[in-house]
């Protein structure tokens, strides 16, 4: 019995075509559309420290290394027209990298000559190269970039730092604080 009323109704349905679900004829269709879509993913650079401060136990005619090195990753994902992305950092106040905390007078700071770094093994340089606007600045690493090869990718370098006063006359005792900027750019 329920065998019979499937096969009825589903005569109904062959027979009926369209006008089974209430229509009357053939399918009506309007002309298509198109909606294109649009996307876009900002470039993006990042640098990132594995560390807010670097120690130092300053002594007299003495080279005094950081207590240990900064980590620095760089991340970027950039658009295939850029070229090279470079790390730099600098000193804001060229007159002075350092300068001691009870007392802001020229003879109690430590000059951005006399402080040096290195990223990644390479050679030590003092901060005393190159002016630019941002102070004393230096290049630690310049990555040139090849569209589809490395335009998206990070690199983890470290900064070593030290601070040579074999050259300078004594410093007056104290705590002594500065602020070294670090900066990524994509050309």
Same mark, same amino acid.
């Given at each position: 019995?329920? %065998? @019979? *009323?499937?096969? &009825?109704?589903?005569?109904?349905?062959? =027979? !009926? #075509?369209?006008?089974?679900?209430?229509? $009357?004829?053939?399918?009506?269709?309007?002309?298509?559309?198109?909606?294109?879509?649009?996307?876009?993913?900002?470039?993006?650079?990042?640098?990132?420290?594995?560390?807010?401060?670097?120690?130092?136990?300053?002594?007299?005619?003495?080279?005094?290394?950081?207590?240990?090195?900064?980590?620095?990753?760089?991340?970027?994902?950039?658009?295939?027209? %850029? @070229? *090279?992305?470079? &790390?730099?950092?600098?000193?804001?106040? =060229? !007159? #002075?990298?350092?300068?001691?905390?009870? $007392?802001?007078?020229?003879?109690?700071?430590?000059?951005?000559?006399?402080?040096?770094?290195?990223?990644?093994?390479?050679?030590?340089?003092?901060?005393?190269?190159?002016?630019?606007?941002?102070?004393?600045?230096?290049?630690?690493?310049?990555?040139?970039?090849?569209?589809?090869?490395?335009?998206?990718?990070?690199?983890?370098?470290?900064?070593?730092?030290?601070?040579?006063?074999?050259?300078?006359?004594?410093?007056? =005792? !104290?705590?002594?604080?500065?602020?070294?900027?670090?900066?990524?750019?994509?050309?």
């Amino acid at each position: 019995m329920i %065998r @019979t *009323a499937n096969a &009825v109704l589903l005569a109904m349905l062959v =027979a !009926g #075509g369209p006008a089974a679900f209430g229509g $009357s004829g053939p399918v009506l269709k309007s002309a298509a559309t198109a909606v294109q879509l649009r996307a876009a993913v900002q470039e993006r650079l990042s640098l990132v420290s594995d560390r807010q401060w670097v120690a130092f136990s300053l002594a007299p005619r003495r080279v005094a290394p950081g207590d240990r090195p900064v980590s620095l990753t760089t991340s970027w994902n950039l658009e295939p027209t %850029r @070229t *090279a992305v470079v &790390v730099s950092a600098f000193f804001e106040d =060229a !007159g #002075g990298a350092l300068t001691a905390t009870r $007392s802001p007078a020229e003879r109690d700071r430590i000059a951005p000559g006399d402080v040096w770094g290195r990223a990644s093994m390479g050679p030590f340089t003092s901060f005393s190269g190159a002016v630019s606007l941002s102070g004393h600045r230096m290049e630690l690493f310049r990555q040139p970039l090849k569209p589809g090869v490395n335009d998206r990718a990070s690199r983890t370098d470290e900064l070593e730092l030290e601070i040579d006063l074999t050259r300078r006359a004594l410093l007056a =005792a !104290g705590a002594y604080q500065g602020e070294l900027t670090l900066v990524a750019e994509a050309y």
